[in-house]
């Protein structure tokens, strides 16, 4: 039976967002899979992982050169036929294969839109170039990403292959009617437009709030602008965004909101809007999807590929479009109702399940050749 690695050493906390959740997800999931041994490395003692029967290897979460030697050493240590790494770049030199994810390439396409930070740089430009050129094989969220590699990395395109995320909150989209008590608990007393996303530059909140305001000037009905999520770099410009903008008091910060409560403002929204510049994949889009919230989306990198021909699609740079696309979905409850149910069978074709098949399917072809 062959020994598969799990470095999960990038779940470091009990909330999970982003590529935790993704990599605990997987986990998951590869866990029911009774055909292989799997191991689950990283620090445990006080982290929620899945429920398993199978092997821990306790490491700590770091990208530096000692850690990387210390994985390599543990892993042939503990006899590895494979090692799958989420997140970190995989050891270069090693005695087992490799499979490397690579979620997106944004501090390299657009390092200002990340802080211009050296270290988040260097830890694409060199860890995972280097792990991207010695891995077995690279997993990609989307084909934008794959892409990107193709054209940063200079990877033959045979190396990559695509997986798809999943939604994370689905359980939520069986909540068939409007949750008032939750609504109240946020300060939301009537229709609203729906954002979550970290709050940051990339995510393009200053030219929404912006479009939002030409809408409300257009549709003179009260329609909040709620927003969910945690402070990013730079959120300072955004609040001095809503301080100016001329319907400042219908617009709702939320901070973190937990999946339970989540789910009901996705389902009771007017319209969720992702008009992000750029995304890897872009999950807030299909959980918005799978609970029933009707979509407006940018036109870009890979979010066609994740909503396909269920959402209204926008040029994120361009306000007025941004406008347009928001004002196309909430003034007609027949549009947003058709926009709801392509949004329901579009999500219906993501599962964690198949997530994990395919990923397991990499493993098997890396081990056999």
């Known amino acids: 039976m062959k020994k598969i690695g799990l470095d999960l050493r990038v779940l470091t906390g009990r909330n999970y967002s982003g590529i935790p959740r993704y990599a605990y997800n997987v986990a998951k999931e590869l866990n029911s899979f ?13 982290l929620e992982v899945p429920e398993t029967k199978r092997l821990y290897l306790d490491l700590p979460a770091s ?71 010695y891995c077995d094989h690279i997993i990609a969220d989307s084909y934008a990403t794959k892409g990107d590699i193709i054209d940063f990395f200079d990877i033959d395109e045979s190396k990559i292959s695509v997986v798809h995320l ?12 409007i949750n008032q008590s939750v609504l109240d608990q946020y300060g939301i007393k009537g229709p609203y437009i729906l954002s979550v996303c970290t709050i940051e530059p990339r995510k393009n909140l200053r030219r ?37 903008n001329q319907y400042h008091e219908d617009i709702i910060m939320t901070g973190f909101v937990p999946d339970e409560d989540l789910g009901v403002l996705y389902k009771n929204a007017q319209a969720f809007v992702y008009a992000s510049i750029y995304e890897g994949f872009g999950l807030p889009v299909l959980e918005a999807m799978a609970l029933g919230a009707p979509v407006v989306t940018s036109q870009t990198s890979s979010l066609p590929e994740v909503a396909g021909n269920a959402a209204i699609y926008c040029d994120p740079l361009d306000i007025e479009s941004i406008a347009f696309a928001m004002e196309q979905m ?18 219906s074709a993501f599962s964690w399940k198949r997530t ?5 399917r990499i493993f098997l072809m890396c081990l056999e050749s």
């Open 34 to 46: 009774q055909n292989e041994d799997y191991l689950f490395i990283g620090e445990f003692q006080s």
């Open 63 to 133: 990208d530096s050169d000692l850690a990387n030697k210390l994985l390599a050493f543990k892993g042939e240590a503990a006899k590895l036929d494979l090692l799958f790494s989420p997140y970190y770049p995989l050891p270069s030199k090693r005695l087992f294969k490799g499979v490397q994810v690579i979620h997106d390439l944004i501090p390299l396409k657009f390092p200002e839109l990340c802080g211009n930070s050296t270290a988040t740089y260097d830890f694409f430009n060199k860890g995972i170039r280097v792990s991207a050129q």
């Open 166 to 177: 999943a939604p994370l909150i689905v359980n939520h989209a069986l909540k068939n009617s």
């Open 208 to 244: 929404v709030l912006k479009a939002y305001e030409i809408l409300r000037q257009r549709h003179k009905e009260k329609l909040h602008m709620v927003l969910v999520g945690g402070l990013g770099w730079k959120y300072q410009e955004l609040l001095k965004e809503i301080t100016t």
């Open 330 to 347: 909430i003034i007609s409850p027949q549009i947003q109702q058709q926009y709801i149910r392509e949004g329901l069978k579009r999500a």
């Open 356 to 360: 994990a098949e395919e990923t397991r």
